[in-house]
C-alpha cells in the first residue's frame, strides 16, 4: 500500500535556492501534492511515518542517539497501544526513516522557526526591529564513500585518515534563539557563498546581525534593496581606512563606499549588476575595557545612519549580543551532540542535520512558552534543563488522556521556568583544559595499513 502523509499549510512554496539537496525530495513551487511513501502493508502498521518522525526526532533529543533505542521507544509505544511485538533488528527502523522525504524535515523545523520568531511582541525587540543572527560552524560524519563523495575530507587530512566534513551557515532569531534556516556545503564553501543562499528569509524592517566574515558591500547592499538593514564588524581587508579609537573614546562617522570593479567571486552576475555605485554606510569605533575578552578594539559597520535613534552604544551592546548565536550553535553540536553525524549516506546526514534543527525549535518553542506563561527572563532559562526535562516528563510514548497531557504540560512548564541559571554579566573563564586526554598518537596512516602492520 501507499502510506501519505497530509502536510496542511506545509504544502506552501519551498525555500529556494537550496546549495545542495535532492530535487526528488521537494515538491514543485507552488504544488500542493502529498507525500507519498511506499511502503508493504506490514511496515506501514509497524512504522507508520508519523511514529517514524516522532522516533527520529526522539533519537536527537536523547543522549543516546543509537537506533536500537529508537526502536525500544517504538516497541515500548506498541505495547501501550496492544499491539504486535517487533523484531530486535533495527533495519526496518532504518528503511522507514529513509522512506521519509528530506524536504519534510526542512519544512518542519522552518515553519516552527517562523512561527516562533512571529510571536516575540514589540517590547522585545531591540529599538523596534527584529534582529536576525547570521554564523557559519561545521560539522564530521562517517567516512563512507558516499560521505566522502559529497562532502570531502579537508586536503589537510591524509587520505583515510580523515572524516567527510561539511560546512553549515544558520539564521537565527535573536529574541527566541529559534532557527530560521540554514544552508549546507562542502567544507571548503565559504560562509558567505552559502549565506547567498539565505537572502530570503529576511524580510523588510529586520536586522542582520554578523561577524566580520560576512561584511562584504555586496551583501549589505542587497539586503538594503530589501529594506533590511546590517550590523557586523569591520572586515579586516578594510580596517586599515578605519577610525581608531583611543582608551574611553568611541568614534562615529558616515564613510561612503564604493562598488567593486570587478564581480566578487561567488557573486551571480545579474545581482553585481543591481549594486549601487556607491554606498553610505556608518562606522563605529569603540574600546572593550572588560577582563578576560580577547578583542579590546571593535569597528562596527551599519546601514543604521540615524545616529539619535540608533546610538553607538546600543549598537555595541546589539554586537554584544551577538555571542548568543555561538550559544545556539553549542547547544545544537555539542548538547545534542550533532558535532559527529552519524548517518552513512549523504541524505541520511541532511536528514539527521534537519531533525537535530526541528528538536531544537521544540526545546525553543517549549522555552519561550515558559518565559510566557511565568514572566521570567528569556536568557535566563536553561537549554540543557529544558531538553533534560523534556527527555524525562515526555515518557516513552505520547499516547496520554487529555487530563495526564494538561498536567505534565503544567509541571514542564512550572520546572523549566523555575530552574533558572545563575545571572552572570560579563562571565570570562581561561580557555584551557584540566583534564589530560589519553596520549594516543594521531593516525597518520589508513587503518587496513596500521592493521597490517600488527600481523607482520
Partial sequence: MVSTIRLGDFTNNFPGGWPIRSAACYPAPGSTRRWKIAATDS??????PCVVLWAFIGQALDPDHCCRKALARIQAHLARLGGPTLSTDTGAYCKARKRLPEGLFVRLACRLGAALSGRVGQEDLWCGRPVKVVDGTGCSMPDTPANQKEYPQPSSQQKGCGFPALSL????CLTTGAVLDVALGRV????????????????????????RGFCSYAEIALLLKQCVDTVM???????????????????????TWKRPAVCPKGLRKSDYRRLPKTLQVREVAYRVETPGFRTHAITLVTTLLDAERYSAQALAELYFDRWTVELDFAYIKTTMQMDVLRCKTPAMVRKEIWTHLLAYNIIRTLMWEAVVEHDVDPARVSFKGTLQRVTVLAGPSPCATSHQAKHMWTVLLHGVATDLVPHRPDRAEPRVRKRRPKAYPLMTKPRAELKARLWA
Fill in 43 to 48: 511496515e506501514h502498521r509497524s512504522f507508520p
Fill in 233 to 255: 564588524r569591520l572586515h579586516q581587508g578594510r580596517a586599515a581606512n578605519a577610525a581608531r579609537p583611543r582608551a574611553f573614546h568611541v568614534k562615529d562617522r558616515i564613510q
Fill in 188 to 211: 571548503h564553501t565559504h560562509d558567505l557563498t552559502l549565506f547567498r543562499w539565505l537572502r530570503r528569509v529576511f524580510e523588510p524592517g529586520d536586522v542582520m546581525l554578523a561577524d
Fill in 169 to 172: 551557515v544558520g539564521v537565527f
